[in-house]
């Protein structure tokens, strides 16, 4: 079991991201223009509250009540399915689940699930509150999210009293839990189980790929681990945790790579496995001539990668024709002639912000 230990408020750093010319440069190196990368959160925020006995079922609160929760969330509700236990409600970021003695919440990507608390505080008061418990998972790209879990953490314990924990590597995987420290006694009933897996076997099959799927699963694990573990500073020797973050595929394995890369729907498992959790964006690079070699690209916004500089600043070709009906080859022969100008050259800026898997 990992350890865990408190966590207090503290600052957070960020990295300033490289100019935008090393991501126009890379955008160049491969064939063309291309979209301003993009992402989505899928690490899990969870809410999990119990209500004293004695309390109305907080399924008899009414739809009206958990739909302003779930808004307050920053989510909205897409649908719900009711049983004699449970009112389960889809929601456009994951899911909520109403019993008549708990509720547990659960969103992702750029939602405020801690704004939701206040809202619940309006209908359920804080005495009628048996246990809270806020959890919030390392999460990909923490500079985009409006708040950390240390300023979530503070911001409940001034509604009601509790305690922040960490399992795992702060610098690594890990899981921040706040819960209060109100006496409670779970019934008998209710037995909760969560696990958590990193790092899968390599040698379990995914999504039933076929053998040229799982050998290519098997280099991008091995080769995430190389640029995530292995790449250091050049001067002190401390790692820098560099992640991938397009892969470079030839149209032969463009297949492959979708299907290692996408989240599985349809599949019977919508939920993304450890490597679709890295959000590598595959692009097909359809003037390569080797049916086996791809490449991991790091960010170009977060790591150096390569650089492109045009002449005078130029970065469209120029284009000049010679077409004056007095002058040159159009008034002796009735030929128009022209020539195009592009002058440009490129560099690598860090070699380390590329992997490649050369089949010889």
């Not at 699930?113 to 959890?135: C, G, T």
């Not at 979530?152 to 420290?181: K, N, S, V």
Request: glycine letters at 6%; aromatic letters at 8%; a negative charge.
């Amino acid at each position: 079991m990992p350890s865990s230990r408190s966590v207090s408020p503290g600052a957070e750093s960020r990295q300033n991201a490289p100019s935008a010319l090393a991501l126009a440069g890379l955008q160049r190196m491969m064939g063309g223009p291309m979209a301003r990368p993009s992402f989505f959160e899928g690490p899990e925020k969870k809410l999990k509250v119990v209500v004293t006995p004695g309390f109305p079922p907080l399924r008899s609160l009414g739809d009206a009540m958990w739909h302003g929760v779930v808004e307050a969330a920053g989510a909205m509700v897409i649908s719900v399915l009711r049983s004699d236990r449970c009112d389960a409600y889809l929601l456009s970021e994951s899911s909520l689940f109403v019993f008549d003695d708990c509720f547990i919440l659960i969103t992702c990507g750029q939602t405020t699930l801690v704004d939701a608390v206040p809202r619940l505080l309006q209908r359920v008061p804080k005495e009628s509150i048996a246990f809270l418990v806020y959890e919030r998972k390392s999460e990909h790209f923490p500079e985009h999210q409006s708040t950390t879990f240390r300023e979530d953490a503070r911001r409940l314990q001034t509604m009601l009293p509790g305690r922040a924990l960490r399992f795992g590597d702060e610098h690594g995987r890990y899981l921040q839990i706040f819960h209060t420290i109100r006496p409670y006694t779970p019934g008998k009933n209710d037995p909760t189980l969560e696990v958590l897996m990193h790092v899968i076997d390599e040698a379990s099959p995914l999504f039933g790929l076929d053998a040229e799927g799982q050998a290519m699963l098997d280099r991008v694990l091995s080769t995430q681990r190389k640029i995530d573990r292995k790449q250091t500073e050049l001067d002190s020797g401390k790692k820098i945790g560099i992640k991938p973050k397009y892969l470079l595929i030839p149209a032969e394995l463009d297949k492959t790579a979708y299907e290692l890369t996408t989240i599985a729907y349809g599949l019977n498992n919508p939920v993304p496995d450890f490597h679709q959790t890295w959000q590598i964006e595959p692009i097909t690079i359809a003037h390569t001539t080797d049916a086996d070699n791809w490449y991991l690209v790091a960010d170009p916004m977060e790591f150096p990668t390569i650089e492109i500089g045009f002449l005078h600043g130029r970065e469209e070709p120029e284009l000049f024709v010679s077409d004056l009906p007095t002058q040159g080859s159009y008034f002796t022969n009735d030929q128009i002639k022209f020539k195009i100008r592009h002058e440009y050259d490129g560099d690598v800026l860090d070699h380390r912000s590329f992997v490649g898997s050369i089949v010889e």
